[in-house]
């Protein structure tokens, strides 16, 4: 037995020692990416019904006119729109980061585990029933649902033959969701909260402002903090449970710290934006394809692609049919719907 135990930890030290990350490239994404994110988000404040110059915005930012109605209207709308898709996109890729590498599921993210709809689940629940909720409030009801949504979907899964495997959670998570989102509909019409819904729902980000910034950002830091702080627990995790216990890891903490930073991340994402889908689940397998395994490298990397494609899709939403526009959420489910199907048809072989 001793002899047995010795081999697997001899066989877990090697699998750590075969993760090797790519700190170069990883460097340059992050880099460079941060200097194309400023730029994206500089193009998504002056892209709008009204077209603004970039130099006006720079103006807005060092030298405000009150009374400007342009300066008005970056400050108070365009601005923190921006910088709220950045938060959210980096928050929701974060988290399919870590539920992928938790779960060793390549088709895990918040949005087909059930997590984000078990937010919008009790988020209808608090407009039906406390009408006057504050946006803290709903922010509290969406984590609480997060965890309903990732404790049902993971139950379920668990009691099928076989085990957790990728499809049958993803299935799962697909079941799940599309009840508590015919749930939280038919409590929308009983209780007449509907319109309020259908925000949420579309997945939109005109409704961001500068109080939504201010409730996001402390959960956002709070939540991407966290990750880094396990990543390199979610690196060794992911090489398998036995693996990670006979490195000396303590799986039950990770598991719980990773599952706290997901609910944080999400929950505050979808309180301020709705069902934005499939960011969490594409970015964090394009990532891991340029950086390798490290989650050292692979959340920090897929915090910056994720705020840079959700300011992009929301430039896109704004473009595609002017002067209405289109919900962001039906923008990233473009991309994300065949990616999924691919990843569904290969059964997540390769993470």
């Not at 989102?181 to 209780?191: E, L, V, W, Y």
Request: charged share 10%; hydrophobic share 55%.
């Amino acid at each position: 037995m001793l002899q047995s135990n010795q081999t697997k930890d001899k066989q877990g030290a090697e699998e750590e020692k075969e993760i090797k990350g790519k700190p170069l490239i990883a460097s340059v994404i992050i880099f460079l990416g941060l200097g194309i994110l400023v730029l994206a988000i500089g193009a998504s404040v002056s892209i709008g019904a009204a077209d603004i110059k970039l130099s006006t915005v720079w103006q807005s930012l060092f030298q405000f006119d009150a009374a400007s109605t342009s300066h008005q209207i970056i400050q108070r709308l365009r601005l923190p729109r921006a910088i709220g898709a950045a938060l959210i996109g980096a928050s929701l890729a974060v988290s399919g980061a870590i539920m992928q590498g938790m779960t060793r599921n390549p088709l895990a993210s918040p949005s087909i585990m059930g997590i984000s709809a078990g937010s919008l689940f009790m988020m209808a629940i608090a407009l039906a029933f406390f009408p006057h909720s504050s946006s803290f409030s709903l922010t509290i009801f969406a984590m609480v649902g997060a965890g309903l949504g990732a404790c049902l979907v993971f139950g379920i899964g668990s009691l099928s033959r076989g085990g957790l495997t990728p499809v049958k959670l993803a299935l799962a998570g697909t079941a799940i969701s599309l009840l508590l989102d015919s749930i939280s509909t038919a409590i929308g019409i009983h209780f007449d909260v509907g319109k309020d819904l259908s925000f949420w729902y579309a997945g939109g980000l005109a409704g961001v402002q500068k109080e939504s910034i201010s409730l996001l950002l402390p959960f956002t830091a709070i939540g991407l903090i966290l990750a880094l702080l396990i990543a390199r627990s979610v690196t060794v995790l992911s090489l398998g449970q036995e693996v990670a216990k006979g490195l000396g890891q303590n799986t039950t903490a990770v598991r719980v710290i990773g599952t706290i930073t997901v609910l944080l991340l999400t929950g505050a994402a979808v309180s301020v934006a709705g069902l934005i889908g499939f960011i969490g689940l594409v970015l964090p397998h394009v990532t891991r394809f340029l950086v390798g395994l490290d989650y050292r490298f692979i959340i920090p990397c897929s915090a910056v692609l994720g705020a840079l494609l959700l300011v992009i899709a929301d430039i896109a939403a704004r473009m595609i049919n002017q002067p209405f526009e289109t919900p962001v959420g039906a923008v990233t489910a473009l991309i994300g719907v065949p990616f999924f199907l691919y990843l569904a048809r290969n059964e997540g072989r390769g993470l």
